[in-house]
T-cell receptor, first 113, second 116 residues
Framework: AQSVTQLDSHVSVSEGTPVLLRCNYS??????LFWYVQHPNKGLQLLLK??????LVKGINGFEAEFKKSETSFHLTKPSAHMSDAAEYFC???????????FGQGTTLQVKP | DTGVSQDPRHKITKRGQNVTFRCDPI?????LYWYRQTLGQGPEFLTY????????KSRLLSDRFSAERPKGSFSTLEIQRTEQGDSAMYLC??????????????FGPGTRLTVL
């Protein structure tokens, strides 16, 4: 069975400071991992995905994530937070046979001016 | 716009009523997924279709729920005899078959259901 655990339900940063959202995964297979973002009253948007190519994955809006097999982690980072980054972030693993997505509980990112 | 669309965006109903939601996927996408998201939680898988065939249903999908995808195009999700616990956001997503594990799923805006 596959699962993801987001280690923080809420993260608060000041604008211009780094962002770190933590995610650990559990998978019997070589996993495909994703980060999705959900802004209020908007649909889910893919930030980035890892599919066994480069371990450091770059996404949209300056976000990136590093796949660490030894730590079973896939943390999301951004060097400098912007007010528009305030949203709900989901770490996700996909089932290799069906493609269905298994979501973490989500991390709410608050960005203070 | 050629993204995933869902209709209606909001639905308020009384307990015991039936409701039906529609999802129109991206036209060339073979797979269509339904998820449910309750307040403060991540989306949970309900069911998925490959073309017109429904290939998997979650145990979350009780016998009051039924989904169809006639002709492999749009899909409908019906809930019969709604209960207050059915109140949630219902999300639809689509993707190509090519590589199920790495395919990006494109999500619609969702249908928010409130059962009074």
């Amino acid at each position: 069975a596959q699962s993801v655990t987001q280690l923080d339900s809420h993260v608060s940063v000041s604008e211009g400071t780094p962002v770190l959202l933590r995610c650990n995964y559990s998978s019997s297979y070589s996993p495909s991992l994703f980060w999705y973002v959900q802004h209020p009253n908007k649909g889910l948007q893919l930030l980035l995905k890892y599919t066994s190519a480069a371990t450091l994955v770059k996404g949209i809006n300056g976000f990136e994530a590093e796949f660490k097999k030894s730590e079973t982690s896939f943390h999301l980072t951004k060097p400098s937070a912007h007010m528009s980054d305030a949203a709900e972030y989901f770490c996700v693993v996909s089932d290799p046979n069906t493609g269905k997505l298994i979501f973490g509980q989500g991390t709410t990112l608050q960005v203070k001016p | 716009d050629t993204g995933v669309s869902q209709d209606p965006r909001h639905k308020i109903t009384k307990r015991g009523q039936n409701v039906t939601f529609r999802c129109d996927p991206i036209s060339e996408h073979n797979r269509l997924y339904w998820y449910r998201q309750t307040l403060g939680q991540g989306p949970e898988f309900l069911t998925y279709f490959q073309n017109e065939a429904q290939l998997e249903k979650s145990r979350l999908l009780s016998d009051r729920f039924s989904a169809e995808r006639p002709k492999g195009s749009f899909s409908t999700l019906e809930i019969q005899r709604t209960e207050q616990g059915d109140s949630a956001m219902y999300l639809c997503a689509s993707s190509r078959i090519r590589d199920p594990a790495s395919n990006e799923q494109f999500f619609g805006p969702g249908t928010r259901l409130t059962v009074l």
